[in-house]
């Protein structure tokens, strides 16, 4: 399977907090580097998501910003 | 100057490419993995970015998707 | 501190709907003009949020849509 | 028509820019505040979009972010 | 009215359901196909949306990616 | 491979329109329905899509809106 979305960041599943449309799923990418992400409910009860488990965090580029200081 | 967006991952222009309205910026957040973004070609003058430079990716939560295999 | 995002339009907040995951912030731009976001809680609480605060609503020029009537 | 879009801005085009796939169109919404938005050429040739053509801005709410100082 | 998204597909409401904050609402497209929208509860009041209603999912180009097998 | 966004809609790529940067690609869902997309020239080349291929369009929920009459 390929995808368009250019960004594909692996990393572990650190914690889900669900709502009751939305969850909130927090991605551990390195050593104190985390990604946030939400997504439906649904989307984690279908994918069967759980801490601890390997995930990629998927960013389409055109969503993604730039900051400088 | 505090933002909402949870995501800031630092990181170094490794390449821009402009087109006539957007610009592809490519930046490298660890060794052999970068993070692509789309931003208009006048963010990229209006900010002076350039290739080797630090700056930081910002991606809202909501834009995140995950991915297992 | 400098931002790609291409829109920064200050305001007010007007209100703040807090869910489990997500919060809605009503930014009041101009008398009875308002712009409505919808953010994380962790954001609202990280950031400090509250009503009459002043914040800038910041939207990237590809989410922007146009209507004609 | 309705929208469930929350941020509907009216104003008036200042600019268009056109690129081979994407147009900046800039859209002052008050004396010196401008909106910019990216879109396709084709919807800018659709629509037939044209410079001083008043226009509305919309922005669902979950691209709105939030920024403090 | 003309609205630059470009992507317009009609369907029908087959379910809502309502968090605090944000709605899920399910839109049948064709028999067994269905699309998943996201959108503010305040919306799906304002707009008096109901199941079995005649609705269009609205989406910008540049939210929709590509997947192949 | 599973992946959260719930929108995965199959069809074939009627047109590839390429910029310097992004690449407007149309793909037909049903007989005169098509969907837009606009991905980086660069997806579309490491994808190696052409016209008459098959792929499907993903959308993430919260990219989608909903428009009543």
Redesign the interface.
């Known amino acids: 399977?390929?995808?368009?979305?250019?960004?594909?960041?692996p990393g572990k599943i650190k914690s889900i907090?669900?709502?009751?449309?939305?969850?909130?799923?927090v991605?551990e990418i390195?050593p104190g580097?985390a990604?946030?992400?939400?997504?439906?409910k649904?989307?984690?009860e279908?994918?069967g998501?759980k801490e601890g488990?390997?995930?990629?965090?998927?960013?389409?580029?055109?969503?993604?910003?730039?900051?400088?200081?």
């Open positions: 399977m390929k995808v368009s979305a250019r960004n594909l960041i907090t669900n709502g009751m449309v939305s969850s909130e799923v991605i390195a580097v990604i946030t992400s939400v997504i439906t649904h989307s984690v279908d994918m998501l488990e390997a995930v990629k965090a998927m960013v389409k580029a055109s969503s993604v910003m730039l900051v400088t200081d």
